[in-house]
């Protein structure tokens, strides 16, 4: 089975789009339960590269967004009918404009038949991350890996650990925290101003824009990347430019495999002549990067994309697939945003050994923070459980959700190793009536929000995203 797969990234200081082909088979033999995987991934199509419209200072340029899009769907020669999955993510500072949400959920509706929408530094850390490769790699080698994607308002940093995210953080750097118009500095960002200030540059709008002066501003911000990469404590400055809400990240090694994504990566690896090509800053912070002895001394590999690393995330990386052991009642789906209690192994193993009240209180709490009823329960799982093991968990399910303020709510299970459809029709048995989805073969940590596609491959599989927006 084929599927269209988009991915759409309204940045700081660009949106672009990709359309990719994802392949999913049934890997196993004709006599055994089916195995559902995606087997291959296929970019059919890139778009240009477009500079963001803004209308202003605090609002993109809603219309001016929607006709990129469509302009670039007639050019690939595709229809939103015929894309199944994919997301539409607002990054860097767009994310942050006043009308960014209302456009995200204008994306989604017309995008396609499932795809996903969301705007964050964590995420888009991770997904920056998958775009490069610094996740494949970090998997492939067993090791840790880093990823830094420097755009136009933001450098979001993510560490890998064996191909999963570790950690991430988000810094107020990126080549459009100074912007240049006909040679006249026009815009100062606040955290720019900060390190100028620091630094004691006295950076102010209407000067002329010196880029032997702007790169001592590069300079420190190129500093503060690698700083933050490597040696987090150590300079008190890091603090004033990290993004607000931004997680905490882990310190690297020295010999950490280190990646460049965004636009700024382009202009690290660049021979521009031109110092404000882009009416910013982002070729001096290109570089200054290259130049800093930080850069010199680590081990920094090459990155797979570089300003697509995101578009190609979101497009190609982002979707998972469950299970194929499940079960879930079809009018439920597709569900989008729904947010994830997901319970530590000693928590699972408090609930087993028959304390439903702990595991019902932590889901009334839960849903007390959430604007929404919908939400899903999560834990590992345990590999092979004997079938009284199955039955037995059913009965802690079906106590737990049928106490006061969740006996109304559907039973939402995402558990990692596979045990969903015996456990689902466990449940459904002892709970005919109640609306359930019981899927597996999904990592989750806390804090994420899971979206659910319609089923697929004659209803034996889900798509999922997951989007793990507090890490850290």
């Excluded at 997301?87 to 960014?100: D, V, W």
């Excluded at 940093?157 to 100074?178: H, K, M, P, W």
């Excluded at 118009?181 to 200030?197: F, K, Q, T, V």
């Excluded at 879930?328 to 304390?355: F, I, M, Q």
Aim: proline share 4%; charged share 20%; with cysteine.
């Amino acid at each position: 089975m084929e599927i269209l797969s988009i991915g759409i990234d309204v940045g700081t200081t660009t949106t672009q789009l990709v359309i990719s082909r994802l392949v999913i088979e049934n890997k196993a033999s004709a006599f055994t339960v089916p195995r559902i995987h995606i087997v291959s991934k296929e970019i059919l199509y890139r778009s240009k590269v477009y500079f963001t419209p803004f209308l202003n200072e605090v609002d993109i340029d809603e219309d001016g967004v929607f006709a990129i899009i469509q302009a670039e769907y007639a050019a690939a020669g595709v229809t939103p009918d015929e894309i199944s999955t994919g997301a539409a993510i607002i990054t860097g500072e767009a994310a942050r404009k006043q009308n960014a949400e209302r456009i995200l959920n204008r994306l989604s509706s017309f995008a396609g038949q499932f795809v996903v929408s969301t705007a964050g530094p964590d995420l888009e850390s991770i997904i920056a991350g998958k775009g490069s490769g610094a996740a494949a790699w970090s998997k492939e080698h067993r090791c840790v890996s880093v990823n830094a994607d420097i755009g136009g308002g933001t450098t979001n940093i993510a560490v890998y650990e064996n191909g999963e995210v570790a950690s991430c953080t988000c810094l107020d750097i990126g080549g459009r925290q100074v912007r240049v118009d006909a040679g006249i500095i026009s815009y100062i960002s606040p955290s720019a101003r900060r390190i100028s200030d620091a630094v004691g540059l006295g950076l102010e709008t209407g000067q002329q824009a010196d880029p032997s002066k702007l790169s001592i501003l590069t300079d420190r911000m190129a500093e503060l990347i690698f700083l933050q990469i490597f040696d987090p404590d150590s300079d008190p400055l890091l603090q004033a430019v990290k993004t607000k809400n931004a997680g905490s990240l882990q310190r690297a090694s020295r010999d950490t495999a280190v990646f460049f994504s965004g636009g700024v990566a382009a202009c690290i690896f660049g021979n521009s002549d031109d110092d404000f090509p882009y009416g910013d800053i982002g070729v001096l912070l290109g570089r200054s990067i290259r130049r800093c002895s930080w850069f010199s001394s680590s081990k920094v590999e090459h990155s797979a994309e570089m300003i697509r690393a995101t578009v190609v995330g979101a497009g190609v990386h982002l979707v998972s697939i469950s299970g194929s052991t499940i079960t879930y009642t079809p009018e439920l789906l597709p569900l989008k945003n729904v947010p994830v209690l997901k319970l530590s192994d000693e928590e699972v193993r408090r609930w087993r050994s028959g304390d439903d009240a702990y595991v019902a209180d932590r889901l009334l709490w839960f849903s007390g923070t959430t604007d929404d009823r919908i939400l899903a329960l999560g834990w590992n799982g345990w590999r092979s459980p004997r079938f009284a093991e199955i039955l037995e968990m059913a009965d802690h399910v079906v106590n737990v959700y049928s106490r006061p303020g969740l006996e109304q709510i559907p039973v939402i299970l995402i558990i990692e190793e596979d045990m969903a459809k015996s456990l689902g029709q466990s449940i459904r048995r002892k709970m005919p009536d109640r609306q359930l989805i019981c899927i597996d073969s999904i990592g989750i940590r806390e804090g994420d929000y899971v979206d659910l596609g319609s089923p697929i491959m004659n209803g034996v599989a889900i798509p999922v995203v997951v989007k793990t927006l507090v890490v850290g």
